[in-house]
């Protein structure tokens, strides 16, 4: 399958500091990337939605001043928290999309912990 | 995309066949099943997807009912790396978002 990397695997930051966090796809050129969020024990929650050279796509309650996600080719999003206060860490993953073959395919990173001090 | 339902948890012997089951019944015609899996603290793993056919590939085999409403996962000889959450996923063919649900947990024992 397809490999798609985070960076970094984990930060710790202060309060009203803000934190980058990179997703690429080092194989593929993926149509369209996702950011997930997940807190302990419990699923991944979709957060937004990118594709390359557009506005990303924010799920209800998300809120897009907070959490900024640029996507400026087809191999590389980032989501930058910006004033993160310590409800914000969690861990946070990335996917990338691509159809091959007539078939949908979505690969994940093995993503990134924030912790907020 | 149909929900789906799936068991909180289960436990298999390892060595031994473990079978999760979906319920989909709400699934529409261009509805796929896709099956991902989460071990702890990484990303989630794409297992494998199906329509109508049962499907089988290096990690698993998936059984789909006739009438789609429910389908199985099967993975052949567990081992203790199998131990994770298993997402069972339905989504329209043209739709890209991915709606995890709580998933299976899968525990392998020795």
């Known amino acids: 399958g397809a490999v798609v990397s985070q960076h970094p695997s984990w930060v710790i930051c202060k309060s009203g500091t803000s934190v980058k966090i990179e997703c690429r796809s080092l194989d593929f050129q993926a149509t369209t990337m996702f950011w997930y969020r997940q807190f302990p024990k419990q699923s991944l929650m979709l957060m937004a939605t990118s594709n390359e050279g557009s506005k990303a796509t924010y799920e209800q309650g998300v809120e897009k001043d907070k959490f900024l996600i640029n996507h400026a080719s087809l191999t590389l999003s980032t989501l930058t928290v910006t004033s993160a206060h310590p409800e914000d860490s969690s861990f946070y993953i990335c996917?990338?999309?691509?159809?091959?073959?007539?078939?949908?395919?979505?690969?994940f990173g093995p993503g990134t912990r924030l912790t907020v001090t | 995309d149909a929900k789906t339902t799936q068991p909180t948890s289960m436990d298999c012997a390892e060595g031994r066949a473990a079978n999760l089951p979906c319920n989909h019944s709400t699934i529409s015609g261009n509805e796929y099943v896709y099956w991902y899996r989460q071990i702890h603290s990484q990303g989630p793993q794409y297992i494998i997807h199906?329509?109508?056919n049962n499907e089988t590939n290096e990690m698993a085999s998936l059984i789909i009912t006739e009438d789609r409403k429910s389908s199985t996962l099967i993975l052949p000889h567990a081992t203790l790396r199998d131990t994770a959450v298993y997402y069972c996923i339905g989504l329209i063919q043209g739709a890209q978002k991915l709606v995890f649900g709580q998933g299976t947990r899968l525990t392998i024992n020795p």
């Open positions: 996917s990338a999309s691509r159809t091959s073959g007539g078939t949908y395919e979505q690969y």
């Open positions: 199906g329509l109508k």
